[in-house]
Nanobody, 119 residues
């Protein structure tokens, strides 16, 4: 069993900052790609940022220059530092991690953490 637990969401004013964390636990051999996605009501889940085990990073155009993804491989944790937040960033944010266990390699999802940005 593998679990992803997100934290750090909340309510912030436009222009403010939040830091999301996602800790992965369980039967882990190695964690490959990790990332953050978001999904607004009635829309498809979209990639916000991703990071490989080696540190290669990809950002959605809408967050470039405002969000920073990082990971701590020793802690099996991925972070998303969000700055200069805008009302349109309001939605649920989901953590994703490709985890190799002793038997399979599967992409797991967290339950999501709500980010609300007031204008």
């Amino acid at each position: 069993q593998v679990q992803l637990v997100e934290s750090g969401g909340g309510l912030v004013q436009a222009g403010g900052s939040l830091r999301l964390s996602c800790a992965v636990s369980g039967n882990i051999v190695v964690i490959n790609d990790m990332g953050w996605y978001r999904q607004a009501a009635g829309k498809q889940r979209e990639l916000v940022a991703s990071i490989t085990r080696g540190g290669s990073i990809n950002y959605a155009d809408s967050v470039k220059g405002r969000f920073t993804i990082s990971r701590d491989n020793a802690k099996n944790t991925v972070y998303l530092q969000m700055s200069n937040l805008k009302p349109e960033d309001t939605t649920l944010y989901y953590c994703n991690a490709e985890v190799k266990t002793t038997s399979v390699t599967i992409k797991y999802w967290g339950r999501g953490t709500q980010v609300t940005v007031s204008s």
